[in-house]
Every structure is written in C-alpha cells, then in structure tokens.
C-alpha cells in the first residue's frame, strides 16, 4: 500500500515556525490531529530546559566513572559487548516492528525509531542496584553505549528508515550527529572532576539529580500547558502502544540473550535492566533540537511518555525479583530446619 505523505512536510508550513496543525496521517485508520500553539518563548524554554537537564546528567553519568572499572571491563569485554549487542539490536528492532504494525506516521515512526535507537539511560543504573546486579557493568555499560551512540543512531536510523520511502530525506543524520557531538562532551566532564576532583563527584551527582529531576516536572507542565487535551490523544495513540511495549522486550530479551551466553545471574538481571532502558532525555533533546516545532510538534513528549512506562515496568521486574528471592530463602530454611 502507498505511504500517505503527512502535511507537516508541506514546505507551505515552513512560514510560520510557532504555529501548526500537527497531523499525523498513518496508512490506515489511524489518525491523529494535534492543534499545537508553540510561541517562540515557550519553544526555547522547553529547548533550554531539556538541554540542561540533559548537561547535568551526562556531567553526573561522567562523576560516576572510573578509569579503573572503565580498564577491567575493556580487558574482560564479555558482559559489555553482551550488553552493547542487546541494546542495539533488540530495542531498535522492537521499535521497527511497532511502527510498522501500527503503520505509523513519518512523525511518529521516527520518534519512536530515535527512541528505540536511544543508548541506555542513568535509570538502569538505579534498577541494577534495585535487582541487586552488577552496578560497577551497569555504569560502564551506560557510558560505552552513550559513546557508540555518536556513530550507531545516525547508521541505526538510516538503516531502518530505507524501508520508508519518505523517511529517507527526512531523517537529519547531520543535526543528530552534531547533537550527540555537544551531548557526549558533558561526560567527559563528569570524568574529569572524578579524576582530578573526586571530593566533589557525589555533590555535583546530587546536585545534577535534584536539579534534572525539577527540570523533568518543568518540562511537564510547559508541554502539557502547551498541548493541553492533545496529551489524551497521543496517550490513546499507537504510542501508548509503544511506550509500554518497549521497556519490556527489552528487559525479557536482554536477559535471555545474556543467559544464552552464559553470564552470571547479577550480569543477566543488569544487562536486562540496561537493554530495557532508554536515554529518554537524549531522545527528547534530540527531536526537540534536530526537528523544528512545526515538524515535530508534541511528540518530543514520547520519550517522557516511555520513560514513565519503563519505570513503572521496571518496579514490576524489582517486585518480581523480590517476591522470587524471599521463596528461595523460605525454601532453604525449610530445607535446613528439615534437616536439623
């Protein structure tokens, strides 16, 4: 069937960049249409905002790096490049397959595919933690795949965009790459006050988590005053969809492969955590800096839409996983009160 080509490519659009009817046309019956009203303060608001969130986490992702670990596991590579294969070949995979069974709009596909192409977020590190796994693997895994991110989600994306006929020009692989360029240096500040500063890693790690966190809630409330009942609409959308099936996929088929390849059960439950969570505030940056407002309208929102979901899934998995490890240990008390 032909690809409808959606109205937010029409160049016509173009002479007003703070005010758009975002339609978002898909190849069936599923249509959205958001009527979206951007001023030109409010975008750079939100652009500031989500950059700055995004500088402080990267600075705090760096504080938490060591050169020792970063040396232990390049000389022991197994559980990173386990890690590194998931990452970017289970979650850009599922985010193809999902656009292309709810045939989405070119919008929404490549939200979601830059979703999907995204390295791992901070979060995995807190659920490694939570599911009792390998923290010093989690950390060295964020920061090795925000690395390879520079080179594999222009290459990730112009691969699975050639089966989109009018995706293929419209993907901005040059503003991504430069994007990720400015994104990445933050880390390497992080590293240096690690470094040569480590007496001050924790309080900027505290500080940055604090401040990310009410920069979150800002971001939240500007676009939902700006969008206001559109927010329904893309909640009800095949979005939705997406955002709850990502996460897991991720984490069932992170630790399967991981299991496959025989790493220990801490290696299995954080490569799991770290396939199944996706930098969201990279790809929110991302589609807010590389799109203008009238392209990309709301749906810079996914990410924060999927990084709810991925949350909430993975307080499932720790529950799980809690649940699991008090039976084992009833078991084995009865075990030793039956011998006894």
Known sequence: MEHTVSP???????????????NVTSTNTTTLDFSLIFTPMMDKAIKGILVTILFLTMVSLGCTMEFSKIKSHILKPKGVAIALVAQYFVMPLTAFAIVKAFQMGEMMT??????????????????????????????????????LALGMMPLLLFIYCQTFTHLQRTVPYVEITIS??????????????????????????????????????????????????????????????????????????????????????????????????????????????????YVVGPLFLFPLMY???????GMVLIALFRCYQRLTRKKKGNKRHSYN
């Open 8 to 22: 937010i490519f029409d160049p016509n659009l173009m002479q007003n960049d703070s005010m758009l009817t975002f």
């Open 110 to 147: 490549i939200a979601v595919l830059v979703c999907g192409c995204c390295p791992g977020g901070n979060l995995s590190n807190i659920l490694a933690l939570a599911v009792r796994g390998d923290i010093n693997l989690s950390i060295v895994m964020t920061f090795f795949s925000t690395v």
């Open 180 to 293: 990720l360029l400015v994104i990445l240096a933050p880390t390497g500040i992080g590293i240096l006050i690690k470094y040569y500063r480590p007496q001050y890693a924790k309080v900027v790690t505290k500080v940055g988590f604090i401040i990310a966190s009410l920069g979150a809630l800002a971001i939240i409330i500007v676009g939902a005053k700006a969008i206001g009942n559109d927010l329904v609409a893309m909640a009800s959308s095949p979005l939705m969809a997406a955002a709850v099936i990502m996460p897991f996929t991720g984490y069932i088929f992170g630790y399967a492969i991981s299991t496959i390849f025989k790493l220990s059960q801490r290696e299995c439950r954080t490569v799991a955590v770290e396939t199944g969570c996706q930098n969201t505030q990279l790809c929110s940056t991302i589609l807010k800096l590389s799109f203008p407002s």
């Open 307 to 313: 990084a709810v979901l991925q949350i909430i899934e």
